[in-house]
Nanobody
Framework: QVQLVESGGGLVQAGGSLRLSCAASGRTFTSSMGWFRQAPKKEREFVAAIRWSDGSTYYADSVKGRFTISRDNAKNTVYLQMNSLKLEDTAVYYC???????????????????WGQGTQVTVSS
């Protein structure tokens, strides 16, 4: 089993920045980590993913150039640095972990085996 705990969410003005953290613990090895988000009345969507071993990163088009996913292997922690935040970035952000790695499936929710509880990000005007 893997436990994921997100932190770092909050209220920020448009144009501002936030950094989310996802601390992973447990005995199961995971290969990939992802961030997803779900806005009110919308489906959960992919934001970014990273491979533990070599740090390969993947992004949704909507966040490219503004968000950066990174990892600290020593701390078993993944980060999501969010810059130039927009009103439409408001959502609950979820961290997810997958036992496998497959770049063709990283954007799919069903690929991930473990999920965090989510952290709220609210962008105000």
């Amino acid at each position: 089993q893997v436990q994921l705990v997100e932190s770092g969410g909050g209220l920020v003005q448009a144009g501002g920045s936030l950094r989310l953290s996802c601390a992973a613990s447990g005995r199961t090895f995971t290969s990939s980590m992802g961030w997803f988000r779900q806005a009110p009345k919308k489906e959960r969507e992919f934001v970014a993913a990273i491979r533990w071993s070599d740090g390969s990163t993947y992004y949704a088009d909507s966040v490219k150039g503004r968000f950066t996913i990174s990892r600290d292997n020593a701390k078993n922690t993944v980060y999501l640095q969010m810059n130039s935040l927009k009103l439409e970035d408001t959502a609950v952000y979820y961290c997810a972990a997958a036992r496998a790695y497959n770049r063709d499936y990283l954007k799919a929710q069903r690929f991930y085996d473990y999920w965090g509880q989510g952290t709220q990000v609210t962008v105000s005007s």
